[in-house]
């Protein structure tokens, strides 16, 4: 298969906290950006989530134009995350 110019179009995650409290976001673009990447080129970007836990999971799916050979969005694996130290919950504890 020949490596192709790519253009991340839009992006839908699922983001659930510890308790089973599910959030989707979905939209054009990651932070408000919409790279477009030649191959082996990559793009690294940073973005959070308000949730009532300070542990979840996020998964998800990205689409890229051109699509994927079969024309499928790529799916994100299930990825663990754990609030920063630092960081309350919005209940205030």
Same mark, same amino acid.
């Given at each position: 298969m020949k490596?192709? +110019? #790519?253009?991340?179009?839009?992006?839908?995650?699922?983001?659930?906290?510890?308790n089973?409290? @599910?959030?989707?976001? #979905?939209?054009?673009?990651v @932070?408000?950006?919409?790279?477009?990447?030649?191959?082996g080129?990559?793009? #690294?970007?940073s973005?959070?989530?308000?949730?009532e836990? %300070? @542990?979840?999971?996020?998964?998800?799916?990205?689409?890229?134009?051109?699509m994927?050979?079969?024309?499928?969005?790529p799916?994100?694996?299930?990825?663990?995350?754990? +609030?920063?130290?630092? +960081?309350?919950? %919005?209940?205030?504890?």
């Amino acid at each position: 298969m020949k490596a192709r +110019c #790519r253009r991340l179009l839009t992006r839908h995650w699922i983001i659930t906290d510890a308790n089973g409290n @599910v959030k989707e976001t #979905r939209g054009d673009g990651v @932070v408000g950006e919409q790279p477009y990447l030649k191959p082996g080129q990559g793009f #690294r970007y940073s973005s959070g989530a308000v949730i009532e836990t %300070p @542990v979840g999971t996020m998964q998800g799916a990205i689409r890229w134009w051109p699509m994927t050979d079969n024309n499928s969005m790529p799916r994100s694996p299930r990825s663990g995350w754990r +609030c920063p130290e630092y +960081c309350t919950s %919005p209940m205030g504890g």
